[in-house]
Nanobody, 125 residues
Framework: QVQLVESGGGLVQAGGSLRLSCAAS????????MGWFRQAPGKEREFVATISRSGGGISYADSVKGRFTVSGDNAKNTMYLQMNSLKPEDTAVYYC??????????????????WGQGTQVTVSS
């Protein structure tokens, strides 16, 4: 019902910035929660940020708070993640996720119904 495609990843120097996009298609009107997760090699997939359909319900992992900003544009069916002051430890595949029908807090993997295929972010020292 819903397809998610991430874009905007790349290679940047520490301290640099990237803006990730997640384009949703299909029954996007059914979505109530969207979020960003990331997974580094050999690590568990971890929560990064979430946003509700209204643009509220925003929450960030402590590790990115103050550096990353999540936003959404319902008219464009797109969620964004502005990443500033990037650190080498931010290196990971970043995944977009979405939940349908009912709103949730959006901080855990288990509550999402749809996932994108990810976009690589690499931050060099």
């Amino acid at each position: 019902q819903v397809q998610l495609v991430e874009s905007g990843g790349g290679l940047v120097q520490a301290g640099g910035s990237l803006r990730l996009s997640c384009a949703a298609s299909g029954r996007t009107f059914s979505l109530t929660t969207m979020g960003w997760f990331r997974q580094a090699p050999g690590k568990e997939r971890e929560f990064v940020a979430t946003i509700s359909r209204s643009g509220g319900g925003i929450s960030y992992a402590d590790s990115v708070k103050g550096r990353f900003t999540v936003s959404g544009d319902n008219a464009k069916n797109t969620m964004y993640l502005q990443m500033n002051s990037l650190k080498p430890e931010d290196t990971a595949v970043y995944y977009c996720a979405a939940r349908r029908t009912t709103y949730s807090g959006g901080r855990t993997r288990e509550e999402y119904n749809y996932w994108g295929q990810g976009t690589q972010v690499t931050v060099s020292s």
